[in-house]
């Protein structure tokens, strides 16, 4: 599992990986971080999670958000049904796949069209997309959460 700080459970797993790196100090001092801050975490997770739990998504960004962010949105209940790039390698796809769950879609370099089609046919609760698309799936009722920047 690749490194990653979106959601409680990759940030936990990613200061653990790090802190192997290094002495029984830091490992210890890790802990300590995780254990101050899970509960203002978990706090956050048990205000959402009970709306969102069983809801899916769609994700399509460029960089590497369509394999990093999963973790977070799988904390919040949310299922990740399709998921892509704009501009991978094959090596992002290798490391993408064992983070998504059985049945998800992966596509790449999808038109707007294909993209549209993609979310009639599988009706996520939601989309992670850019800029680019947030009014066309607004104007079509999905929520959407525009994943280059946070407004």
Known sequence: SSSTFFGPTKIEESLRAIAERFDA?????????????????QAVLDEYRP?????????????LRPRHTVGAYEDLGIKITGTGYEFAHQDDYDRTSPEMAKGTLIYDDV???????FVEELR????????????VFQKAGVPFRQMHSWD
């Open 51 to 63: 709306r969102l739990e069983g809801k899916t998504a769609m994700l399509f960004v460029g960089g």
């Open 25 to 41: 100090k830091i490992k210890k001092n890790v802990e300590k971080v995780i254990k101050r801050y899970k509960p203002k975490m």
């Open 124 to 135: 996520p609760d939601m989309v992670g997309r850019g800029i680019k698309e947030k009014y």
């Open 111 to 117: 038109s707007e069209f294909e993209l549209e089609k």
